[in-house]
């Protein structure tokens, strides 16, 4: 065998021993990264009313306080959801969350409820008020 043959032997040999070294690494980084571990996490929602400022193009005056929810796989999730305004709000999401929570109008109390989740899939699931469509929803956003 002539010296070149070998040497570039010897270099393939290194190059794809580096390679396969480097692939091996950065999966067992991936496959070791750990998830974040579960949190009882709180949030608070309001119904708002747009009246005063609301485009006269929506059919609805009415829109949820934050339109996103971010929560990781596995936290239990309270959503302490309050209605200040004079129409009757819904906190409606379907699977695998499922629920369909009404706030009645306030009188003199604000009204509320508390809706508790254990997020076990991750992804995206849209929440709605039933009676006051397209404008009042969200999404609770499930990482993991």
Known sequence: MAPSTTRNLLIATVLLAAIVGAITGLAAGYLAHPSPTPQTREFYLFAQDLSF?????????????SSQITVNKGDIVT???YNPT??????????????????TAQSTVIQNANI?????QPGSFAFHCKFHPPQMTGTILVQG
């Open 79 to 81: 959503i302490h959801f």
């Open 53 to 65: 400022s609301a485009p006269s193009n929506l059919n609805s005056d009415y829109i949820y306080s």
């Open 86 to 103: 004079d129409k009757a709000h819904s906190f409606t999401i379907g699977t695998p969350y499922t629920n369909d929570v009404v706030v």
């Open 116 to 120: 508790t989740i254990t997020t076990s």
